[in-house]
């Protein structure tokens, strides 16, 4: 009888210890899910972003664990992007308007003109200057200053540096 009191005692443990063992698998499951889901929508979210969706937004649940400040912090940073490339993309139609006017202005004016960036490269030049240039078929926008004027490299470097000195030479 003690014989089978310790058997049933000993199949009570291992069923207890069994559906304890479960009870963990799917408690560890379900926590599991809740702690990634959010990242695994964050990762989503990101790929969207990537792609150039900038009016992706999380859905944000109020709290102050890591996920949820993640998610505030996912979405302040998508609302500043999509703003940030609204304000670019209006400035470089502005600008992309203002060398059409420009551009305009110049085939209207009958004086040679001709615009350099700071690396002393063609930006605009005019087709009154083109036509002053005996080799107009080799400038365009992007040629060298140096390559049109070789033989003044020193007059237009040291009117670059010091434009109130070209008068006196």
């Known amino acids: 009888d003690l014989r089978s009191t310790q058997m049933k005692l000993e199949?009570?443990?291992i069923a207890a210890f069994l559906i304890l063992c479960g009870l963990a698998i799917i408690f560890g499951s379900?926590?599991?899910?809740?702690?990634?889901?959010?990242?695994?929508?964050?990762?989503?979210?990101?790929?969207?972003?990537?792609?150039?969706?900038?009016t992706i937004k999380l859905a944000e649940k109020p709290g102050k664990d890591e996920t949820?400040?993640?998610t505030r912090a996912f979405n302040k940073m998508t609302e500043t992007l999509s703003s940030q490339r609204d304000a670019?993309?209006?400035?470089?139609?502005?600008?992309d308007e203002?060398?059409?006017?420009?551009?305009?202005?110049?085939?209207?004016?009958?004086?040679?003109v001709i615009a350099l960036n700071s690396s002393k490269y063609?930006?605009?030049?005019?087709n009154s200057a083109l036509t002053l240039l005996s080799n107009s078929k080799r400038i365009g926008k992007k040629t060298s200053i140096y390559?049109?004027?070789?033989?003044?490299?020193?007059?237009?470097?040291?009117a670059l540096s010091n434009p109130e000195t070209i008068v006196a030479d």
């Open 147 to 158: 390559k049109i004027f070789h033989e003044v490299k020193n007059l237009i470097e040291k």
């Open 88 to 95: 670019l993309t209006r400035a470089n139609n502005l600008i």
């Open 68 to 70: 949820a400040i993640l």
């Open 30 to 54: 379900k926590l599991a899910a809740v702690i990634t889901n959010p990242l695994k929508s964050l990762v989503d979210a990101t790929e969207k972003l990537k792609e150039g969706d900038f």
């Open 122 to 126: 063609i930006t605009l030049i005019n």
């Open 98 to 112: 203002r060398v059409r006017f420009i551009e305009k202005v110049l085939s209207e004016i009958s004086a040679g």
């Open 11 to 13: 199949v009570a443990f």
